[in-house]
Structure formats: C-alpha cells, structure tokens
Nanobody, 122 residues
Framework: QVHVVESGGGLVQAGGSLRLSCAAS????????MGWFRQAPGKEREFVAA????????PYADSVKGRFTISRDNGKNTVYLQMNSLKPEDTAVYYC???????????????WGQGTQVTVSS
C-alpha cells in the first residue's frame, strides 16, 4: 500500500508559480507510477500530469503542457508538480495518486491523497 499526502497549495496571482509536493509512505513507492489530478467546483476530476516509476514517461494534459512540470525523487518518496504561468482556470483542488501505469485515467489509480487547494487570482 501507499499513503500519499499533498502540500504546497495556496493563493497566487495569475502569472505566478507554485510547487506542489506529494509525500508517499510505503517501501514500494518507486514501483508506482504517480499522477496529479485536479477538481474545480462543479466539475469532474481531471488529469493534469503523470510520471512513470522511472521518471522516463511524463504525459501532460494539453491545458498545462509547457507550463507544468512533474518530477519525482524516489529516494525521498516524493513527487513534485512545478506550476508556472498560472491562470485563474487552474484554480482547483489538486490531488496526488499512485497507480500501476502513468495513465491519464482516474480509474487506473488506487491510492489518493486528500488534496491541496490552489487558487489563482486574476
């Protein structure tokens, strides 16, 4: 099993940056792909980015490509999401999740954190 906890959310002005962290527990963290998803009020949870266990595969949603970067440090059991050039439409609760493959589907992830709020003001 993997237990994940997100941190790093907050309030930022449009054009600003934030770095989210996802700390995971469990000896098998390095065997899992990790994903970031987000959910805005009244909307479904949507894929943001994922990273394979080795870090070699990093798919992104089109809406964040070129602005967000996902990375992982298996030695620290941590995944990061660097978010630059933030827009008001990036406002959402951001969730970290662990799964078998670096998929964009919510259904492919087994372990989820509680989420961290990101608010981008215009």
């Amino acid at each position: 099993q993997v237990h994940v906890v997100e941190s790093g959310g907050g309030l930022v002005q449009a054009g600003g940056s934030l770095r989210l962290s996802c700390a995971a527990s469990g000896r098998t963290f390095s065997a899992y792909a990790m994903g970031w998803f987000r959910q805005a009020p009244g909307k479904e949870r949507e894929f943001v980015a994922a990273i394979s266990w080795s870090g070699g595969h990093t798919p992104y949603a089109d809406s964040v490509k070129g602005r967000f970067t996902i990375s992982r440090d298996n030695g620290k059991n941590t995944v990061y999401l660097q978010m630059n050039s933030l827009k008001p439409e990036d406002t959402a609760v951001y969730y970290c999740a662990a799964g078998v493959g670096s998929s964009s589907s919510v259904r492919d992830y087994d372990y989820w954190g509680q989420g961290t709020q990101v608010t981008v003001s215009s």
